[in-house]
């Protein structure tokens, strides 16, 4: 598929966000095509100069809020015209490549109780300011609660980026290549989103509606996601097709596979993402494994297959997406389930800074990088 050009992209951007296209993968992909870094670095200029002679000249206005109600109060007040800045890692470069323009960007970094993680209930509850390398660098305690921490976190972009990014900002973010979506789906996590007219919890299944669209209101702000505490005898693999470390996946498999007692499948679950206009769960491919066990990975794979409805762009066609679906999908469930026979699983997740990069060399500056030398346990009371 040929390159966008710059003004097909800006369609695409305005389709995605305020048409009834915005479902649409194909002008999913056309856009993101732009938007890489490359694009980015390399079209910028011209899209600001274009921008600038025309008449989509506008400028952002930037608050930075200390409480969660005045931070509702600026969304009850500016509605579709606000957006809410946490990690930007998504939100910055699209305001910089002129895609998106909102009226007012709402820095919610200092609002207090938002950057813990918290063990209580058999979920793990994950806050809207917590950041990726937080959770790649999690302790004995939280890795071992939630495994698929250390195991998706280091795939995502780049150190840099995952000092600032964060857990919730991805899932709302919505990308259907991106990992934290399809890891909250496939385990079967909740969204909760407040606002000035009260709470509700959303299911992830319900949550995904599309490519960068989710059941999220303008008025509303993700306040944490809930993750359900894995099993004993469980394990978990992140595995995923990119061309270059970091990048956004062109197939994608999240498995994790419990065993009972004797050693055979007592829960399975899988989620793709990278093939469709969301992350999906194949529960069809779930329910062979649970059923036939690990013999029968062939033709679970192929149920998944099924279910996948990929696209050809210019990193894959749609039929090699789904011949890697079925490579990617055996060898996660297999790595899930060789770590999941491993002796004392839970305790296999353990990951001591000593093994670790130095955080203190590479976390980004500012005052609210995360800095994982003061803090090494980042179970708190939210």
């Not at 005045?70 to 957006?83: C, Q, R």
């Not at 990308?175 to 909760?192: F, H, K, N, Q, Y």
């Not at 596979?257 to 050693?263: P, R, Y």
């Not at 062939?298 to 696209?311: G, Q, T």
């Amino acid at each position: 598929m040929a390159r966008p050009s710059t003004w097909e992209a800006t369609f695409c951007c305005r389709a995605l966000h305020e048409d009834e296209n915005r479902r649409d993968l194909q002008t999913y992909r056309r856009l993101r095509l732009l938007c890489g870094p490359w694009a980015v670095r390399r079209d910028a200029a011209e899209i600001h100069s274009k921008l600038v002679q025309g008449d989509y000249v506008s400028v952002t206005e930037y608050v930075r809020t200390d409480s969660l109600e005045e931070a509702l109060a600026l969304l009850d007040e500016h509605g579709y015209e606000a957006k809410l800045l946490a990690g930007g890692q998504s939100l910055i470069p699209m305001m910089s490549a002129g895609f998106l323009s909102p009226g007012i960007l709402v820095d919610v970094n200092r609002v207090p109780d938002l950057d813990h993680v918290t063990l209580a209930d058999d979920f793990v509850r994950v806050g809207a300011l917590v950041r990726h390398r937080t959770l790649e660098l999690a302790d004995a305690d939280l890795a071992d609660a939630f495994p698929l921490f250390p195991t998706a976190a280091p795939l995502i972009a780049n150190i840099p980026i995952r000092n600032r990014g964060t857990l919730v900002g991805s899932v709302v973010h919505a990308d259907p290549s991106a990992e934290w979506p399809a890891v909250t789906l496939a385990t079967g996590g909740v969204i909760r989103l407040i606002s000035s007219r009260g709470e509700r919890v959303v299911p992830a299944v319900d949550f995904f509606l599309g490519p960068l669209s989710a059941d999220i209101e303008p008025d509303e702000i993700a306040v944490a996601v809930s993750l359900p505490v894995v099993p004993a005898r469980t394990g978990v693999a992140v595995m995923e097709l990119t061309y270059r470390t970091g990048d956004y996946a062109v197939v994608g498999v999240v498995a994790q596979v419990s065993l009972d007692v004797a050693g055979a499948v007592d829960d399975c679950r899988i989620a793709l993402f990278g093939v469709d206009a969301t992350p999906l769960r194949v529960t069809e491919a779930e329910v062979a494994i649970r059923e036939a066990g690990i013999d029968h990975l062939d033709a679970a794979a192929e149920l998944a297959v099924a279910v996948a409805n990929p696209a050809s762009d210019a990193t894959a066609s749609a039929e090699y997406r789904r011949d890697m679906i079925r490579v990617y999908c055996r060898r996660a469930v297999r790595a899930a389930m060789e770590k999941a026979r491993l002796p004392e699983t839970r305790k296999r997740w353990r990951r001591t800074l000593s093994d670790a990069p130095n955080p203190n060399e590479s976390l980004a500056s500012g005052p609210h990088a995360p800095d994982v030398g003061t803090h090494p346990n980042p179970i708190a009371s939210f």
